[in-house]
Nanobody, 125 residues
Framework: QVQLVESGGGLVQAGGSLRLSCAASGLTFSRYAMGWFRQAPGKERKFVTAFTRSNGITYADVVKGRFTISRDNAKNTAYLQMSNLKPEDTAVYYC???????????????????WGQGTQVTVSS
């Protein structure tokens, strides 16, 4: 049974930083593309960042230069380092996993098979 468990969310002032973690179990972690999405109240879930099939990285324009995705395959964990946070970054953040394959569109939430429960990030102004 695959499980993804996010942690590290919380309340932070604008300009601050947080690091989210996503611990995975029940899968061969190194074979999976990992992504982060977020959903603000009343809005649809949106792409934040993900590893591409060739272990490249892609970011949404709104987080480029502020957020960094990383992974530790030995620990079966993905991370999202968020810096210079803004109030508009307030959302529930989700990690997601999908078996890496040719033609995978990592920016699309529809591609992902497994999702964590989400962790709340609130940025105060």
């Amino acid at each position: 049974q695959v499980q993804l468990v996010e942690s590290g969310g919380g309340l932070v002032q604008a300009g601050g930083s947080l690091r989210l973690s996503c611990a995975a179990s029940g899968l061969t972690f190194s074979r999976y593309a990992m992504g982060w999405f977020r959903q603000a109240p009343g809005k649809e879930r949106k792409f934040v960042t993900a590893f591409t099939r060739s272990n490249g990285i892609t970011y949404a324009d709104v987080v480029k230069g502020r957020f960094t995705i990383s992974r530790d395959n030995a620990k079966n964990t993905a991370y999202l380092q968020m810096s210079n946070l803004k109030p508009e970054d307030t959302a529930v953040y989700y990690c997601a996993a999908v078996r890496s394959r040719m033609g995978l569109r990592v920016t699309s939430s529809n591609e992902y098979d497994y999702w964590g429960q989400g962790t709340q990030v609130t940025v105060s102004s």
